[in-house]
């Protein structure tokens, strides 16, 4: 099996080429972007040495799901999915702020709390919380868009005050994020998920705002399994996660948080296979469909081939 961890296209119309942690982002024109969801992986901000094959697929065909069932919600920026691996949209200009909604108290917000903190960009947790446990109404809890390094929590207020967000379009993105978590929320409960908390990226283009990236990915968010849920929660045990959190635990069980001086610790094919697999079982809890694995023997050119065609034909 073969991990795409680089790309180095040159599409027809292309006029730049930016390269994410995990997504390879060509712009066409000044209308149109081809996203590649590579197989890099990245944790702690940092992207591992090694990539986990079929993992960009897997990304990209939930993503697609979840934006065409978002539709009614609002515009989002996909226009095809040309390729397993890539999505083609609107280029959009974005908001330099993540709106991420927690329906819980796990994750970043949990570490948070543990600390003794509970605020949590500006906004109240209640006391008496345990890990995992059910906020009253989720929380919105944005993050600064970082080009490099680490995503920073912010405040609305902050956002608003620092004019990084108007104040009516920030109004607009939370009611947003609102309604998607919500709808997010109906559809995994029809698959005995719980979506845990997740985050948004928005955009805008000739004055209207589109959604953007990926949605409801096990990379962007975290979910529960519904059923048991309760009683592990009653007897303090860990849930059971359908997220990259196992990847975050794995790490940081061998001494691993992105600090400087810390070492990744090695990635064998064994760990990497199981990576695939927990990527897989995502994709088919999510989705509740089995997944079919695309044709991996010459990635690069099938992708070149399908975005071209696609191309030629907006």
């Given at each position: 099996?073969?991990?795409?961890?680089k790309?180095?296209?040159?599409?027809?119309?292309?006029?730049?080429?930016?390269v994410g942690?995990?997504?390879?982002?060509?712009?066409?024109g000044?209308?149109y972007?081809v996203?590649?969801?590579?197989?890099?992986?990245?944790?702690?901000?940092?992207?591992?040495?090694?990539?986990i094959?079929f993992k960009?697929?897997v990304?990209?065909?939930?993503a697609a799901?979840?934006?065409d069932?978002?539709?009614?919600i609002?515009?989002?920026w996909?226009?095809?999915?040309?390729?397993?691996?890539?999505t083609?949209?609107?280029?959009?200009?974005?908001?330099?702020?993540?709106m991420?909604?927690?329906?819980?108290?796990s994750g970043h917000?949990w570490?948070?709390?543990?600390?003794?903190?509970r605020?949590?960009?500006?906004?109240?947790?209640?006391?008496?919380?345990?890990?995992n446990?059910k906020?009253?109404?989720p929380?919105?809890?944005?993050t600064?868009?970082?080009?490099?390094?680490?995503?920073e929590?912010?405040?609305?207020e902050?956002?608003?005050?620092?004019?990084?967000?108007?104040?009516?379009?920030?109004?607009?993105l939370?009611?947003?994020?609102q309604?998607?978590?919500?709808?997010?929320?109906?559809?995994a409960?029809k698959?005995?998920l719980?979506l845990?908390d997740?985050?948004?990226?928005?955009g805008?283009?000739?004055?209207?705002i589109?959604?953007?990236?990926e949605?409801h990915?096990p990379?962007s968010?975290?979910?529960?399994?519904?059923e048991?849920y309760?009683?592990?929660?009653?007897?303090?045990d860990?849930q059971?996660?359908?997220s990259?959190?196992?990847?975050?635990?794995w790490?940081m069980?061998n001494?691993?948080?992105?600090?400087?001086?810390?070492?990744?610790?090695?990635?064998t094919?064994?760990i990497?296979d199981?990576?695939t697999?927990?990527?897989?079982?995502?994709?088919?809890?999510?989705?509740?469909?089995k997944?079919e694995?695309a044709e991996?023997?010459?990635v690069?050119a099938?992708i070149?081939?399908n975005v071209?065609?696609?191309l030629a034909n907006l």
């Amino acid at each position: 099996m073969e991990a795409i961890v680089k790309t180095g296209f040159n599409f027809p119309g292309q006029t730049g080429h930016y390269v994410g942690k995990v997504r390879d982002v060509y712009s066409i024109g000044d209308d149109y972007l081809v996203m590649v969801v590579s197989d890099r992986i990245s944790a702690f901000d940092v992207v591992l040495p090694k990539g986990i094959p079929f993992k960009g697929q897997v990304l990209n065909q939930i993503a697609a799901k979840f934006l065409d069932a978002t539709t009614d919600i609002l515009p989002n920026w996909k226009i095809a999915t040309p390729d397993p691996m890539v999505t083609v949209g609107h280029k959009c200009e974005p908001f330099k702020v993540e709106m991420v909604i927690r329906g819980y108290l796990s994750g970043h917000a949990w570490r948070e709390y543990k600390a003794g903190k509970r605020t949590i960009c500006g906004v109240e947790m209640p006391e008496g919380m345990v890990e995992n446990q059910k906020f009253p109404t989720p929380i919105i809890t944005p993050t600064t868009k970082a080009a490099e390094g680490h995503d920073e929590d912010i405040s609305k207020e902050e956002i608003i005050a620092q004019g990084i967000v108007s104040k009516e379009d920030y109004g607009q993105l939370e009611a947003y994020t609102q309604a998607i978590f919500q709808r997010g929320t109906e559809i995994a409960a029809k698959m005995g998920l719980i979506l845990v908390d997740t985050k948004y990226e928005f955009g805008k283009k000739d004055g209207q705002i589109y959604l953007m990236d990926e949605i409801h990915t096990p990379d962007s968010s975290r979910y529960f399994y519904a059923e048991g849920y309760e009683e592990r929660l009653a007897n303090g045990d860990k849930q059971k996660q359908l997220s990259k959190e196992f990847v975050r635990e794995w790490l940081m069980a061998n001494g691993f948080q992105g600090q400087d001086g810390q070492q990744v610790p090695e990635m064998t094919p064994e760990i990497v296979d199981g990576i695939t697999e927990r990527y897989v079982e995502l994709y088919e809890n999510i989705v509740g469909e089995k997944f079919e694995k695309a044709e991996n023997a010459d990635v690069l050119a099938r992708i070149e081939k399908n975005v071209t065609e696609c191309l030629a034909n907006l």
